[in-house]
């Protein structure tokens, strides 16, 4: 069982980490759910997107942020990220001596309770590329029909804090999903953390007969379950905090977390992408050294 440095079960930390700042949604709803809990994030600002980039290099990104957590004994870790939850979960998985939680497989696993139809995906273009969501949708359901779309725009434009009325948004959303808008699955998965901060206007342009799945709360579900199961939980009932690492840029990080967390965060602190490139080869790190990193963990 994970402990803090203290020795006591629970109050060890959630460690969650993303490309950016995307993952602070589900955050909010771990927060929301758990409010007891105490969350280290980071976030990957310095290398942000990580959907346009190769699932090697996806890979080893992810397993260079979980092993820098792992530095705080987590007692569980959330890939808060969609692109590296299709590349690299496996790996982590393997990798960590504690639960890990990603975003596909309990988002996959709540849609197919939402709807007997087909069920949209809008991602990342890696993402999409790994076929992750339809190998988690098939593996409960392997009838059911799924459609994918890639936009790879949608992080770099909410990243910029554009609104969702802004007429360059509402131009690239429709153009993105004009096949999902004529196809008309009954389900919508916003396959990125970062597309529920879009959510209204992707609704509007879907329609009210297409419900849209935010992996945010199907997330927090999971891991209160887990937590639970393992005895985890901690047992306060408020009083949470949430302790933020950004790869780069602590003032714009600092300036932007309201509009994606829900709360503002007033002290982030700085960590190098080498400082983290380190973290993951140590010796002393099991599993974690470079070699297996190029191999991708397994």
Known sequence: MAKDRSGNIGEAPIGVFDSGLGG???????????????IVYLGDTARVPYGIRSLATVRQYALEDAAFLMRFFPKLIVVACNTASAAAVEAIESFCPVEVVDVIRPSAAYALTRTDGAIGVIATEATVASGAYERAIHAIDPRREVISKACPLLVP??????EQDDPIVLYVLGDYLRELQRRRPAVLILGCTHYPLLAGAIGKLMGPQVQLVESGESVAMEVQRRLRAAGLKNRRAEGG????????????????????????????????????RCEVAKPDRPGLGASTVESGGR
Do not use: H
């Open 24 to 38: 602070l949604t589900v955050v909010r709803r771990l927060a929301a759910v758990m409010p007891g809990e105490t």
């Open 157 to 162: 434009i909410v990243e910029e804090g554009r």
């Open 241 to 276: 905090s949430l302790r933020c690492f950004t790869t780069d840029n602590v003032e714009r990080f600092a300036r932007l977390s309201e509009r994606f967390g829900g709360r503002k965060v007033d002290n982030v602190e700085l960590v190098g992408t080498d400082e983290l």
